[in-house]
């Protein structure tokens, strides 16, 4: 926010990006505005009520993906929510701590906002857009992120892993890997403290499943379609050379099927010249060169699971009869 173009005062301004962006009506009247002029900002589209009471100048989220626009006004819901509840009484989790920690996210319910309660004697379930959660949380399981409480990311992975399916989990949790926010042993301490929870088994096969040299989104979930469809398992970034140096480092290598197979994200070529084309091309016959079948897939066939798999088991039969 930019003071009054962004039909915010300075004051507030300032109130507002200590809160993730976000201010209550309380603070606005505090601030010098009307009841009518904070219903008029809203009705102009200078202000958004990001749920009762809690309001946001109006981001422009026009140059952001569909997804990543879900992720920031999760975020905008998640600090509003905060800024509505008595200090140290809920910390932030599950999901919506993901969304704070900055991790990337596939298919996860971000409707609401997940908060676990500090004091336990307190109800569980869904109240007004938030899903409150109970559990016993140790200073371990505690941090601190843009003046929040939020589980960390161990804690909210595994949280999350508990109330989500398989592909969603090994997609967050393939991205805290690759990123080195996470480590095995602390895995399997949560792992142990949560083996009675609801969910918990499919937590550990996602889990068991993850690898962090899974570089993208999309990475992540091909990785489990060649898993549903029981095609054998991958090795990941392997790099290949010839005589005139190194060629790639490519994402699938089914070692003994001399098959590999590429996953081009959708913005991958986006704005490419010619010369990114032909240099690309030059790669793949490289590749093909040293006996390899080349698979290349994309968001899209993600949504054929078994033609997918079907394909790079032709690669495997071309591979072999060659």
């Known amino acids: 926010m930019r003071g009054h173009a962004c039909g915010v005062n300075p004051v507030l301004v300032v109130v507002a ?17 009307t009841p009518q002029g904070i219903r008029d900002r809203v009705r102009s589209g200078r202000w958004v009520r990001v749920r009762y009471g809690q309001y946001a100048a109006a981001p422009d989220l026009s140059g952001l993906a569909p997804w990543d626009r879900e992720l920031a006004n999760h975020r905008l819901a998640v600090f509003a929510a905060m800024n509505a509840m008595r200090t140290g009484s809920v910390a932030v989790s599950h999901q919506s701590a993901l969304v704070l920690h900055g991790l990337p996210l596939w ?23 938030i899903r409150f959660h109970r559990g016993v949380l140790t200073s371990g399981d505690l941090t601190e992120l843009d003046g929040l409480t939020t589980t960390s990311i161990p804690r909210a992975l595994v949280e999350t892993a508990c109330t989500v399916g398989f592909e969603e989990t090994v997609v967050a949790v393939d991205a805290a890997l690759h990123l ?56 990941l970034q392997v790099v290949y050379r010839d005589r005139y140096g190194i060629i790639a480092r490519v994402d699938f290598d089914f070692d003994g099927f001399n098959t590999l197979v590429e996953f081009d994200g959708r913005l991958k070529y986006a704005g490419a010249t010619e010369d990114v084309l032909v240099q690309e091309k030059i790669r793949e016959d490289r590749l093909r060169a040293l006996g390899f079948e080349v698979v290349r897939t994309m968001w899209s066939d993600l949504d054929h699971p078994a033609r997918t798999a079907a394909t790079i088991r032709a690669a495997f039969a071309r591979a072999r009869a060659a």
Not at 17 to 33: E, H, I, P, T
Not at 185 to 202: D, I, K, M, V, Y
């Open 17 to 33: 990006q200590s809160q993730g962006g976000v201010f209550s009506r309380g603070q606005a009247l505090a601030c010098g505005y």
């Open 180 to 235: 080195g926010l996470i480590d095995d042993r602390e895995l399997r301490r949560l792992l142990r403290s949560t083996e009675f929870w609801p969910g918990s088994a499919t937590a550990r096969a996602a889990l068991g499943f993850a690898d962090g040299r899974s570089e993208s989104v999309g990475e992540s979930r091909l990785r489990v379609l060649m898993h549903d469809q029981g095609l054998p398992a991958p090795s």
């Open 107 to 129: 298919a996860i319910d971000l409707a609401e906002v997940h908060l676990s309660r500090l004091d336990i004697r307190r109800h569980s379930g869904p109240v007004a857009g």
